[in-house]
């Protein structure tokens, strides 16, 4: 008895330790990303970062693999090409924040704040071109953000039935998606209204309930793609690959008003 309670003791103190183990500051961070090289880039690898005040610094190339950014201000920053794989983004600021080619995978961007009104703006719009987002489970309004090239293969941004009752929804209206890998991404009940989707990879997509109206499709690839019950109204098909094989076409909204 007596071991048992040494050791929950112990397991105690452990526990208030890390829990006040030391959080870097952003003079800290910001130090840190002065020093910083090409060959020796900045490394906040599995780092509490959380609800700091990151915005307009340079965290080019930088190794963010892990790293705990929840409800933290990344505006007008330069992600481009950093390491966030696996990393928390729940909750960040990311109003005009450059991820282009930056590497996602895994990583969670749940209720992500892009726009700093109500109506987005392209000059606030993040960037994602190229980007890795392979995995990644996003919950966000990106209405009109650079996706061109980027890998959302198996990404996680659809919602079911028990979740319509929240506030918060997937908007990729206007984005370009051109040339993006969307295999088996999980896309049920997202807004991709106008969304530019030419030449995209849409194998294996679950397009559920998904809203195309006015989406432009052309040369794009849904081959084994379930679009049972998505709305393709005015959205352009044009030398679609792979519409043989596609699931629920028949059950698609307004698929005889989709120009093919």
């Not at 208030?16 to 690898?45: H, I, N, R, W, Y």
């Not at 000059?123 to 890795?132: C, H, K, L, M, Y």
């Not at 194998?203 to 006015?214: K, V, W, Y």
């Amino acid at each position: 008895m007596r071991i048992l309670f040494t050791l929950l003791i112990a397991a105690l103190f452990a526990s208030t330790q890390s829990a006040g183990a030391a959080k870097l500051t952003v003079k800290q961070v910001s130090e840190v990303l002065v020093k910083a090289t090409s060959g020796q880039p900045a490394d906040f690898s599995h780092e509490d970062l959380s609800f700091l005040d990151l915005s307009d610094l340079d965290f080019k190339r930088a190794k963010l693999a892990g790293a705990n950014l929840y409800g933290a201000d990344l505006s007008h920053s330069d992600l481009s090409g950093t390491d966030l794989s696996g990393a928390n983004l729940d909750h960040a600021v990311i109003t005009s924040t450059n991820f282009a080619g930056a590497n996602l995978a895994s990583a969670s961007l749940y209720d992500i704040a892009a726009y700093s009104a109500l109506e987005p703006s392209s000059s606030e719009a993040p960037n994602f071109a190229n980007a890795n987002l392979s995995g990644a489970h996003v919950m966000a309004r990106l209405t009109g953000v650079d996706l061109h090239g980027a890998n959302l293969a198996h990404v996680r941004m659809g919602m079911a039935r028990d979740q319509l009752k929240t506030t918060l929804w997937n908007d990729l209206s206007g984005c370009n998606l051109s040339n993006a890998n969307l295999i088996d991404a999980d896309l049920q009940r997202v807004h991709l209204t106008f969304a530019i989707l030419r030449n995209a990879n849409l194998s294996g997509a679950n397009l559920t309930s998904s809203d195309l109206t006015r989406a432009d499709l052309t040369g794009a690839n849904v081959a084994g793609a379930n679009l049972t019950g998505t709305n393709l109204d005015g959205t352009v098909m044009r030398q679609v690959k792979g519409l043989d094989t596609a699931k629920g076409f028949d059950d698609a909204q307004n698929r005889d008003r989709a120009v093919r």
